[in-house]
């Protein structure tokens, strides 16, 4: 079975810190992916990886960064956090070369107070 | 943009009968989805995917129809369980975006014993 890890599963931070939230998949995937999940709005991609070192910006990646240095880990920064990204952030990795399905960790859930 | 919508945020069904989840997509090149299983405190779970080549998946008391003409997805759980309970949505890859899924926002069901 494919396994994916996060972290922690709830972080409280201020405003202003910066915030680490650590991904590992054990599974020699390809792809990793950061997501946020706000009620209403389903899951929105923040940013993508397909290969060590590379990343790819998805459709809300202001005020996050990543970082993928090793295959299997892929961190997402707050580099300031705000109380606007208080929500659940969310992991997944794929296969990829074209085998879509995407498993994800259960989740952060981060307060910014 | 694309859109993925679900058409009832909430569903009540009595154990045993037969659930019905929709889904609405925007995007006539999205070419691959996936249903997916939230349950509470938990990632999202692969449940079961669809090619646009195809109308018609089934998997073990799950089947997925997609209507292309009118961009539609639904995914139909048999003999609804207690187990059943959760968050369900769907999710689209549009041709050309890489690994770019677009989510919907989800349908809570609820199965009463």
């Known amino acids: 079975d494919v396994k994916v890890t996060q972290s922690s599963r709830y972080l409280v931070k201020r405003t202003g810190e910066k915030v680490f939230l650590e991904c590992v998949q054990d599974?020699?995937?390809?792809?990793m992916f950061w997501y946020r999940q706000d009620p209403g709005l389903g899951l929105r991609l923040i940013y993508f990886?397909?290969?060590?070192?590379?990343?790819e910006k998805g459709d809300i990646p202001e005020g996050y960064s990543v970082s993928r240095e090793k295959k299997e880990r892929f961190s997402l920064i707050l580099e300031s956090a705000s109380t606007n990204q208080t929500s659940m952030y969310l992991c997944?990795?794929?296969?990829?070369?074209?085998?879509?399905?995407?498993?994800f960790g259960p989740g952060t859930r981060l307060t910014v107070t | 943009g694309e859109s993925v919508g679900l058409h009832l945020p909430t569903l009540s069904v009595q154990e045993g009968d037969n659930s019905i989840i929709n889904c609405a997509y925007s995007?006539?090149?999205?070419?691959?989805f996936i249903w997916y299983k939230q349950e509470s405190g938990k990632g999202p779970q692969f449940i079961i995917d669809?090619?646009?080549?195809?109308d018609k998946r089934q998997g073990q008391r799950v089947t997925v129809l997609l209507n292309k003409t009118v961009k539609h997805l639904s995914l139909q759980i048999a003999a609804t369980q207690p187990g059943d309970s959760a968050v369900y949505f769907c999710?689209?890859?549009?041709?050309?975006?890489?690994?770019?899924?677009?989510f919907g926002t989800g349908t809570s069901l609820t199965v009463i014993p």
């Open positions: 997944a990795s794929s296969l990829g070369r074209d085998t879509y399905e995407q498993y």
């Open positions: 599974m020699d995937h390809e792809n």
């Open positions: 990886s397909y290969d060590v070192k590379m990343k």
């Open positions: 995007n006539s090149a999205s070419d691959y």
């Open positions: 669809i090619r646009s080549n195809m």
């Open positions: 999710a689209d890859l549009p041709a050309n975006t890489g690994n770019q899924f677009y």
